[in-house]
């Protein structure tokens, strides 16, 4: 059923919007400023903290934004005398038992309340009496909540109710004395917590994993995606002035993740500084690129390749294996995946329990469903020559038919992140490092199908390169065509007798575009 819309006049500026829209979200919509405390677009309405209001035609006085419908012909100011005084008086308000807690809190630099008191604040202030001092609390392993800097606006309490269901937070006290708690008996320690510190526009919640590591002021920032599952929720990185990863938070984006990410997510990016492989290695030893390169193309022309690429590669990295296999006939590719789980539900958000970001890219560009394709290839009784291993998936632990596959391997040349148990298994020959998601550009398709490109957002840390480099420079060293965008075809289903892969050398089978 569509929405009807309906004409409103703000400012002068005459708007067409959906009739089941709020004068704010009409407004922040059409880039018209409305300053807000409690209102957020994915949670229910409160209409608590009373800066957003605005002068309404017709209305004695000013009228919240956040809680107050379009209707046809609908004509508001957001600026004018009226509406000024009473966002001052609101701020007066909101101060009077607020800590001068800026030197040391960590939502300094990005807090409404700093901004809102510049923007809207009187000059100088009239309470004089003893300020109401709160509690301060630990509400579970990655939150804590500084209740003299809240402002109780209820996001977290809203979300905690709407979106991750635990119902968690409440209000206690009642008039200035009101703040934030834990029901008796419960921890917020649901892997949606972190989003409360999001959504707290003041710093009455702070990050346990970020409290006091850096001024925002000192961050530089990118954007990103997580690759921690299948979700690819849109990110922003936060890094300091040495380049190392501060935290991660959400970025919007309506169609993958709203303006939500789990703690799972947030957390990752440790393994970009940690046992990561820094230089090439052959038969254990340090090596340059040139003698890894060479000794690699050298096991590989030896025998008929098995390629097995995990599904934490990118499109670019999967049509260069693609290309590669096509230019060296009798390549079979095999795909794997990183072990999953069920997925966690949620009433505003599911955190998928594939725990690989590309796994529908697998599919789409090389036809290959990531859990049979490893079984079919764990299955074969035959000797496995030279085994290329393309895997880069952080803390992964080799599954059976991992090992199985391993175990009848001669010799395996591996591309990957860090010195793993598949580095110490025993048959890995040479080693080629590779970068991380946050080293490289790159993309990935989510479990919805959605293509989303991300960029570089650090310094590689290692010697590393690309899988696609990689792959073009033992390609030239092998003396075969250098790989490129398009050569080549590629079938799927091994000769009578082996397992099922992807074969170079017969017609491909259609598939989506990549």
């Known amino acids: ?19 089941n829209y709020t004068v704010i979200r009409a ?66 308000f909101l101060l009077i038992n607020h800590p001068l807690d800026c030197p040391e809190c960590d939502q300094a630099g990005e807090c409404k309340l700093q901004n809102y008191s510049y923007e809207y604040g009187r000059d100088h202030g009239r309470f004089h009496e003893e300020k109401v001092v709160k509690s301060k609390a630990t509400m579970g392993p990655h939150v804590k909540y ?65 409290l006091f590591q850096s001024r925002v002021w000192n961050l530089h920032s990118k954007d990103s995606l997580c690759a921690d599952c299948s979700v690819g929720c849109n990110t922003r990185v936060d890094m300091d002035a040495k380049g190392n990863i501060k935290r991660i938070v959400p970025r919007r984006n309506d169609q993958v993740n709203k303006e939500w990410m789990c703690d799972y997510g947030r957390l990752s990016f440790p393994y970009t500084q940690e046992n990561r492989l820094m230089k090439p290695m052959v038969d254990g030893k340090d090596a340059s690129y040139k003698e890894a390169r060479a000794a690699a193309a050298a096991l590989l022309r030896k025998s008929k390749v098995t390629l097995l690429v995990s599904a934490w590669n990118t499109n670019e990295a999967l049509q260069a294996v693609k290309d590669f296999a096509a230019n060296h006939p009798g390549t079979t590719v095999f795909g794997y995946a990183n072990p999953g789980r069920a997925d966690e539900k949620f009433p505003g958000f599911t955190i998928s329990g594939d725990k690989n970001p590309n796994r529908a890219g697998l599919k789409e560009i090389l036809g290959l469903d990531a859990d049979q394709s490893l079984k079919d290839l764990a299955a074969g009784k035959d000797r496995i020559g030279t085994l290329l291993l393309i895997h880069n998936i ?24 860090a010195d793993t148990s598949l580095l110490r298994y025993g048959n890995v020959a040479v080693s080629l490092p590779t970068l991380t998601t946050f080293e490289k550009a790159g993309t990935f398709v989510n479990k919805d199908g959605i293509h989303q490109k991300f960029a570089p957002t650090m310094e590689p840390v290692n010697f590393g390169r690309t899988e696609a480099e990689m792959l073009s420079d033992l390609a030239r ?23 099922s892969g992807t074969t170079a050398g017969k017609p491909a089978r259609s598939g989506k575009a990549g």
Request: hydrophobic share 35%.
């Open 1 to 19: 059923m569509s929405i009807k819309e309906v004409k409103i006049k703000v400012d002068d500026r005459e708007l067409t919007v959906p009739s």
């Open 27 to 92: 407004c922040h919509e059409n880039d018209i400023d409305v300053p807000h405390y409690c209102y957020h677009k994915d949670l229910s309405i409160a209409g608590n903290c009373r800066i957003c209001m605005v002068g309404l035609k017709g209305a004695p006085r000013p009228v919240v934004a956040c809680a107050q419908p379009v209707t046809e012909g609908m004509e508001v100011t957001t600026k004018g005398k009226d509406v000024e005084e009473a966002r001052k008086s609101v701020m007066e």
């Open 146 to 210: 500084w209740g003299s800097r809240c402002i109780v606006c209820t996001r977290c309490v809203r979300f905690t109710e709407e979106i991750s269901g635990t119902k968690e937070l409440g209000v206690i006290y009642r008039g200035d004395r009101s703040e934030i708690a834990l029901f008796p008996g419960q921890t917020l320690d649901n892997p949606l917590s972190m989003n409360t510190v999001d959504i707290c526009p003041v710093g009455a919640l702070v990050s346990s994993d970020f």
């Open 394 to 417: 952080p803390g992964y632990t080799p599954t059976a038919e991992m090992k199985a596959v391993l175990d009848r391997t001669e010799s395996v040349v591996l591309m990957d992140l």
């Open 477 to 499: 060293e092998m003396k075969a065509p250098t790989t490129g965008q398009g050569v080549g075809a590629v079938s799927h289903g091994g000769a009578a007798g082996t397992p």
